[in-house]
């Protein structure tokens, strides 16, 4: 079965400083892998997605995300927080192959606390 | 553009009651999916419409939730009779037709937050 782990709950960071948001994915096959962040009372906003090629891909807001196939991982940093970063942050996936419908399976979100 | 359009904001109602969730998506995309997230969980897909044809509802609890996009535009989602465990926000979200085939992603419209007393 698909599943997505974000081990922290909450990030906390001062600003300025470099940030990182874990995720670990299990889904077999290669995936497509996404990166959206929830503001309060407001829906998910993309920020970013690995569909193939370069490991690195950069997304809205100074964002980027690693993907690691050997580790299973997709993390996002950002390399100096703002406190306007604060928010949840969700990494989803999805499969591809003649099976995939598109169906995105979320992580359960990690927090992001930037502080001045 | 405009984005997807969600109605009602926020609904509260009593066990065994009824409640419709509207949705319009982005003009032009063909599929729309309907997710709910619960407080503290990421959001799970109740069901995806590809123009007026499901593609998934395989997690919609059918004895209590249904959803129809006629016209293949805009959909609802309902749920009847609703049950504590049914407090949620609930979210749709659109993407270009087929889009999944190659991983372009989901616009999200605000959600509804659905409180069931």
């Known amino acids: 079965a698909q599943s997505v782990a974000q081990p922290e709950d909450q990030v906390n960071v001062a600003e300025g400083n470099p940030l990182t948001v874990k995720c670990t994915y299990s889904v077999s096959g290669n995936p497509y892998l996404f990166w959206y962040v929830q503001y309060p009372n407001r829906g998910l906003q993309f920020l970013l997605k690995?569909?193939?090629?370069?490991?690195l891909v950069k997304g809205s807001y100074g964002f980027e995300a690693e993907f690691n196939k050997s580790q299973t991982s997709f993390h996002l940093k950002k390399p100096s927080a703002l406190v306007s970063d604060s928010a949840l942050y969700f990494c989803a996936v999805s499969k591809t192959g003649s099976s995939n419908t598109g169906k995105l399976i979320f992580g359960q979100g990690t927090t992001l606390q930037v502080k001045p | 553009e405009a984005g997807v359009a969600q109605s009602p904001r926020y609904k509260i109602i009593e066990k065994r009651q009824s409640v419709a969730f509207w949705c319009n998506p982005i003009s032009g995309h063909a599929t729309l999916y309907w997710y709910q997230q619960i407080l503290g969980q990421g959001p799970k897909l109740l069901i995806q419409f590809q123009n007026n044809g499901v593609v998934d509802d395989s997690q919609l609890p059918k004895d209590r939730f249904s959803a129809e996009r006629l016209k293949g535009v805009d959909s609802t989602l309902k749920i009847q009779p609703a049950k504590l465990e049914d407090s949620a926000v609930y979210l749709c979200?659109?993407?270009?037709?087929?889009?999944?085939?190659?991983?372009?992603?989901?616009?999200f419209g605000p959600g509804t937050r659905l409180t069931v007393t």
């Open positions: 690995y569909i193939t090629g370069d490991n």
């Open positions: 979200a659109s993407s270009l037709e087929g889009g999944w085939q190659i991983g372009v992603e989901q616009y």
